[in-house]
């Protein structure tokens, strides 16, 4: 064999990075020992694999071409080590998950997962929908749990569960007693809502589109608690996943609201590539999250 899957590694790196020496430091070498090593992977087969654009190495046509195969290489020559060393159990695996799923149903997840599989070694990256459809299109993470509708050739998408968004106000708030809003409510209130490339803006957006130009928006926040609060301190009316208001409503401090003729019912979605290999820990978290499916 004329390659090792140690320049594999470095390749991956790179690509991941765009930077030799940042791959080299999440690989624990010098930055000379990965240049060489990447060097003598392109002058083996006589190919080029980065395109270099300022002080970037950018995958070129053929780099992306080798990109999922080599992701795919690399995973199950990962997964014959675990299962030769058995004190490693079934191996690691990356998950991302988007802030409203990450920080309400994930973690239960992560507490069942890791009790059927303890010796497992499992990590989880939150952020927003195009930060988390991304990095899984990256080979970053594993599996990603997301709440927005994506379109990207590179990623299978499968339906989890079913969402509601809910408007709420402060108990204090001149619109606390109305509980369904008209239209003319809607655009005389001032909005708190969650950043663009966020799912729980991305359906606020859809299911607003024709009043969407006028109405007041007062602040984007990317964390719902800031939501929450700014919401609770009387600032304005909020939108937000019934996943995470559901125990804020309880406590008595904020008022669900509905809107007349606007339904927010949405989906979330497990997400992987569609080249990524399917590790026994990979199956064993998606048929853990399909045992809450709704």
């Not at 490693?88 to 239960?108: H, Y």
């Not at 970053?140 to 990207?152: A, K, P, R, S, T």
């Not at 964390?223 to 937000?240: D, F, N, R, S, Y």
């Not at 409503?249 to 997400?271: C, H, N, T, V, W």
Request: with cysteine.
């Amino acid at each position: 064999m004329k390659f090792t899957l140690r320049q594999l590694e470095i390749f991956l790196a790179t690509a991941r990075h765009e930077n030799l020496s940042r791959a080299a430091a999440e690989l624990a070498m010098s930055q000379s020992a990965a240049s060489d090593a990447l060097r003598e992977l392109e002058h083996q087969f006589d190919i080029r694999l980065f395109d270099r654009v300022g002080k970037r190495l950018q995958l070129n046509d053929f780099g992306r071409l080798l990109q999922p195969r080599a992701e795919e290489l690399l995973s199950r020559a990962k997964e014959m080590e675990h299962t030769l060393s058995a004190h490693e159990g079934i191996g690691a695996i990356k998950v991302g998950a988007t802030l409203s799923i990450g920080n309400f149903l994930c973690i239960p997840l992560l507490d069942q997962y890791r009790k059927r599989y303890p010796d497992s070694r499992i990590s989880l990256e939150v952020g927003n929908t195009a930060q988390i459809s991304s990095m899984v299109a990256n080979f970053e993470l594993d599996v990603g749990l997301i709440e927005g509708e994506i379109n990207n050739s590179a990623l299978e998408i499968t339906r989890w569960r079913n969402d509601n968004l809910v408007i709420f106000c402060s108990r204090d708030h001149p619109m606390a007693l109305q509980h369904l809003l008209t239209d003319a409510d809607l655009l005389a209130a001032r909005w708190i809502l969650r950043e663009s490339g966020s799912g729980t803006r991305q359906t606020f957006d859809r299911v607003m589109h024709d009043i969407l130009p006028q109405l007041k928006i007062e602040l984007e926040l990317q964390h719902t608690e800031a939501i929450v609060q700014a919401v609770k301190a009387g600032m304005g009316l909020g939108c937000l996943s019934q996943v995470v208001l559901q125990s804020v409503f309880e406590q008595g401090d904020l008022i669900p609201l509905m809107a007349k003729d606007r339904g927010f019912s949405r989906s979330f979605y497990l997400i992987m590539h569609k080249h990524k290999y399917k590790s026994a820990a990979i199956d064993h978290w998606l048929q853990l999250c399909m045992e809450q499916v709704d």
